[in-house]
Structures are given as structure tokens and as C-alpha cells.
């Protein structure tokens, strides 16, 4: 099978594989907080508390929709990775031709209708009225370039399938420079306000996405498209949509319970939005590792899987906890010394005394329960790795329960502290939820071993023993 930047993920010490695969993606994902970071930074000290406000109002219905469009990009990418990991090129590239076809398709859709319910969800969410204008102008945007969104996800996750972790970061990279650029330009120069970060992002999106496309065509002989691969499948594609809409739903259901979060916390007042928006930006920094180790297992998982190598999983699992626990150790040491000159950054702390320390209220309180939230990321994408995307969907329907519920009696009775125990009640009762799903899940899969060969009883396509699940 002809390599190139591939990378094989089923041979050799799942721990070294598990770090050297996720470094690149951490680097990436920490570029990317990076950027967002310069983006809030710009928003908040440039354009005042109450334009960060309006841009974080936006996040949990962001969330929402561009949510469903990542899970989408992630069980598409699933497939391919477990058709690389059989040794199938005609069924990788088979898989790839339908994920791009279905993401073009659907994101178009997704873009037209988000774009025209945007400010219903946000008058539906309880957004201030004072910043409800500035948070339409921001979303709209960011809803119309939900194409260049998926264009950027779905090849990254391609190459991931494939082993490739780099690239996708060489571009992300790119992107991360040319959004900062045009930040300060269109924000500072051409006076567009809090659109001018809505259109940094999309072109930034943009340029990253058709960057991975270039590499995919010009650097990968093994996604070469013949005549037949390009052939339009009915059963192909829904395959691919039994996989990838749980994920997507996963993502929105998930999100339900942040906008029933968010609703709250803007009956709360803008301050409680402001503080909420650059402590997320910092907490969304913290959790890059997860994001990566996330990533790294859900490719590890369908590489092994599709290679017949049950073990291999529940090994890599175990170093991806060993790495991930040792970090939020390490996480919340730093959070606790230095979270307030880390707000100074987006806040101006002195003058916005009130809000700094609801900021800080709202990220140690985070950071003490990153360890759930490291498991809900690794457990659950090595689950959805191993096909059972339907399945792990149902952590999300448990968070956003738990979500909820916070919102729904905590926050009335202890107020902006109520808004903070939101997220780790979630991650809580995700892993409460995936947990025993995993193992079962394992019981599963085993049980078509052979107890000596640890070989499948009979060549069963994959699909089958999602639905026996």
C-alpha cells in the first residue's frame, strides 16, 4: 500500500504512538486557542465588555450548529480510517468521494438555515437586548461560512484517518496568522466592529481548508479517485450518515444543555456574560490536550479496529488516561496561581473588578473536575472510533440533562455559582453514562474473538457488529 505521509497506527508501543500522534495535534489545537485568544483580546480591550459580551452570547448556539457540522466531519472521517486500517484503498478512497459529497451538501443546508433562524435562537436564549444587534451581526456571518468550516474539518479529519496529524496543523498554522492579520485589520483599520472577527475567522477557515485539499489530491496516491470510486452509493452513503449524524447529533445535543446554560447566565446580566466569555476562552485553552488525545484515540481506535486488533484500543486507551491525568494535575496548579493575570488579557481586571472575579470563580471551579472531562473526551471518541457512534451519542443526552437541570434549579438558588457547576455536573454524568458503555462495548467486540488467535470468528463487516450492539 503505497504511504506516503499515511501513518500505521496498528504496530508499535501504543503509549510512544499516542504521543507522537498527538503532539502535532496539540500544537495545532493550542494555535488555534492562540488565535481565538487574539480574537477576544481584540474584541474585549479594543471594542469594550460589552462587545465581548455580545460575541460570547453567541457561543452555546454557535455551539449548537457548527457542532453538528464537526460531529458530521468526525463519523465521516471514521470510515476511512478503519477501511485504512483493513488495508482496503478502494474503500478509503470510496469513503473519502461520499464524506466530501454529504459535507458539501450538507453544509450548504445547515449554512441557509442557521443563517435565517439566528436571531430567534438568540432573542429564544434570553440574550440581553442591549447586545442582541452586535450578537446577530457576529453569528450571521459566522453561520454563512459554515462551508468553509467543513471544507477545513472534513480534510483535516481525512488525513488524520490516514495518520497524517501534521498537516492539518501546518495549515491551521497558516490560518491562525491570517486571522490574527485581518483582525486587527478589519477591527482596527476598516471599523467593522465585531463582524470584522466574524469574516477574519470564515476567510481563515477558508484558506485552511483548501490548503489540506491540495495535499490530499497532490500527496496521497492512495486518494487518487478512479472511475468506480466516484460512482454515487446509496448503501455508501448511508453508512456514512449512520456514522457521522450521531456524532452530529451528539454535538447538538450536547449543546442543548449549554444554550439552556447560557439562557441562564444571560438572565444573569451582561457582566456574568463577559466573565463567562473570557474564562471559557482560557478554559477552551486548557482543554486543548483533551482535544488532542480526543483525536488521537478516535484514529487509533478505527485504525485498530479495522485491522482486527481489539487489544491494541484498550492499550491505547490506558496511555492516553496515564498522559491526560497527569496533565489536569498540572492544569489546575496553574489555573489556581495564575488565572487572574491570564483575564487580564481579554479584560482590563482593574476596572472591570466584578467580572475578573467572577472569571476566576468560573475557571477554578472548571479546572477542579478536568479529570471527568479528560475521560468524557477520550472514552467517548474511542467508543465512536470503534463504530459505535449511536451508542456514545447518549453521553451527550446526558450532559445535556445535567446541563439543564444546573441551569434549571441551581442557578435561580446559588446564582453565577450555580452557572459554574454547570459543566462539570455535565462531564460527570457523561462518564457515569460511557463508562460502563465502554466496557460493554469491549465485551462486545470480544466476543467475536477467538479465544487463542484473537482473530475474528468470521470476516463480518463492522456494521454488523454495530448493530448487534
Known amino acids: 500500500m503505497a504511504r506516503t505521509l499515511t501513518r500505521d497506527l496498528t504496530v508499535g508501543k501504543p503509549l510512544k504512538l499516542v504521543l507522537t500522534f498527538a503532539a502535532p495535534l496539540l500544537f495545532g489545537v493550542l494555535f488555534q486557542q492562540f488565535y481565538?485568544?487574539?480574537?477576544?483580546?481584540?474584541?474585549?480591550?479594543?471594542?469594550?465588555?460589552?462587545?465581548?459580551?455580545?460575541?460570547?452570547?453567541?457561543?452555546?448556539?454557535?455551539?449548537?450548529?457548527?457542532?453538528?457540522?464537526?460531529?458530521?466531519?468526525?463519523?465521516?472521517?471514521?470510515?476511512?480510517?478503519?477501511?485504512?486500517?483493513?488495508?482496503?484503498?478502494?474503500?478509503?478512497?470510496?469513503?473519502?468521494?461520499?464524506?466530501?459529497?454529504?459535507?458539501?451538501?450538507?453544509?450548504?443546508?445547515?449554512?441557509?438555515?442557521?443563517?435565517?433562524?439566528?436571531?430567534?435562537?438568540?432573542?429564544?436564549?434570553?440574550?440581553?437586548?442591549?447586545?442582541?444587534?452586535?450578537?446577530?451581526?457576529?453569528?450571521?456571518?459566522?453561520?454563512?461560512?459554515?462551508?468553509?468550516?467543513?471544507?477545513?474539518?472534513?480534510?483535516?479529519?481525512?488525513?488524520?484517518?490516514?495518520?497524517?496529524?501534521?498537516?492539518?496543523?501546518?495549515?491551521?498554522?497558516?490560518?491562525?496568522?491570517?486571522?490574527?492579520?485581518?483582525?486587527?485589520?478589519?477591527?482596527?483599520?476598516?471599523?467593522?466592529?465585531?463582524?470584522?472577527?466574524?469574516?477574519?475567522?470564515?476567510?481563515?477557515?477558508?484558506?485552511?481548508?483548501?490548503?489540506?485539499?491540495?495535499?490530499?489530491?497532490?500527496?496521497?496516491?492512495?486518494?487518487?479517485?478512479?472511475?468506480?470510486?466516484?460512482?454515487?452509493?446509496?448503501?455508501?452513503?448511508?453508512?456514512?450518515?449512520?456514522?457521522?449524524?450521531?456524532?452530529?447529533?451528539?454535538?447538538?445535543?450536547?449543546?442543548?444543555?449549554?444554550?439552556?446554560?447560557?439562557?441562564?447566565?444571560?438572565?444573569?446580566?451582561?457582566?456574568?456574560?463577559?466573565?463567562?466569555?473570557a474564562a471559557g476562552k482560557l478554559s477552551a485553552f486548557f482543554a486543548c490536550v483533551f482535544d488532542a488525545l480526543s483525536s488521537t484515540m478516535a484514529t487509533f481506535a478505527g485504525q485498530n479496529i479495522g485491522a482486527r486488533k481489539l487489544d491494541r484500543v484498550h492499550e491505547g486507551l490506558k496511555a492516553a488516561s496515564l498522559v491526560g491525568v497527569l496533565y489536569c494535575i498540572g492544569a489546575f496548579a496553574v489555573v489556581l496561581l495564575f488565572t487572574r493575570p491570564l483575564l487580564s488579557l481579554f479584560i482590563d481586571t482593574a476596572a472591570a473588578k466584578e467580572v475578573a472575579d467572577m472569571g476566576v470563580r468560573y475557571l477554578t471551579i472548571n479546572a477542579a473536575f478536568y479529570i471527568p472531562l479528560l475521560f468524557v473526551n477520550i472514552v467517548r471518541l474511542s467508543i465512536q472510533g470503534m463504530g459505535f457512534t449511536r451508542v456514545a451519542m447518549f453521553a451527550g443526552l446526558f450532559e445535556m440533562i445535567a446541563r439543564t437541570a444546573v441551569a434549571l434549579f441551581l442557578v435561580p438558588v446559588l446564582g453565577f455559582t450555580g452557572a459554574c457547576l454547570a459543566n462539570p455536573a455535565a462531564w460527570i454524568a457523561a462518564d457515569l453514562f460511557l463508562f460502563p458503555c465502554y466496557f460493554r462495548t469491549m465485551r462486545t467486540l470480544r466476543m467475536r474473538l477467538m479465544p487463542d488467535t484473537h482473530e475474528y470468528r468470521e470476516p463480518a463487516k463492522l456494521h454488523l457488529l454495530r448493530r448487534s450492539a
Open 36 to 277: 481565538s485568544f487574539v480574537d477576544t483580546a481584540i474584541v474585549g480591550r479594543y471594542l469594550g465588555a460589552d462587545k465581548l459580551a455580545a460575541v460570547g452570547a453567541t457561543g452555546s448556539v454557535n455551539f449548537l450548529v457548527i457542532g453538528l457540522c464537526l460531529g458530521l466531519c468526525s463519523g465521516f472521517a471514521i470510515p476511512v480510517a478503519q477501511a485504512f486500517g483493513a488495508r482496503d484503498e478502494s474503500d478509503v478512497r470510496r469513503n473519502v468521494w461520499h464524506a466530501g459529497v454529504l459535507s458539501a451538501v450538507l453544509s450548504l443546508v445547515f449554512a441557509a438555515a442557521a443563517v435565517l433562524l439566528c436571531k430567534p435562537l438568540l432573542r429564544l436564549m434570553n440574550t440581553p437586548e442591549e447586545i442582541l444587534e452586535d450578537s446577530a451581526a457576529y453569528i450571521r456571518i459566522i453561520f454563512a461560512a459554515i462551508p468553509c468550516c467543513v471544507l477545513y474539518n472534513m480534510a483535516s479529519g481525512i488525513l488524520r484517518s490516514l495518520g497524517d496529524s501534521r498537516t492539518p496543523v501546518l495549515f491551521l498554522i497558516m490560518a491562525s496568522l491570517i486571522n490574527i492579520v485581518l483582525d486587527l485589520f478589519l477591527i482596527l483599520v476598516v471599523k467593522m466592529d465585531v463582524a470584522g472577527a466574524a469574516v477574519a475567522t470564515a476567510v481563515s477557515q477558508l484558506l485552511a481548508g483548501i490548503g489540506c485539499l491540495i495535499v490530499m489530491i497532490r500527496r496521497f496516491p492512495i486518494l487518487r479517485m478512479k472511475r468506480e470510486d466516484r460512482q454515487f452509493s446509496l448503501p455508501v452513503a448511508k453508512k456514512m450518515l449512520t456514522i457521522g449524524l450521531p456524532m452530529g447529533l451528539q454535538f447538538s445535543i450536547t449543546a442543548i444543555g449549554s444554550v439552556v446554560v447560557q439562557w441562564s447566565v444571560n438572565g444573569l446580566g451582561v457582566n456574568a456574560v463577559a466573565a463567562v466569555s
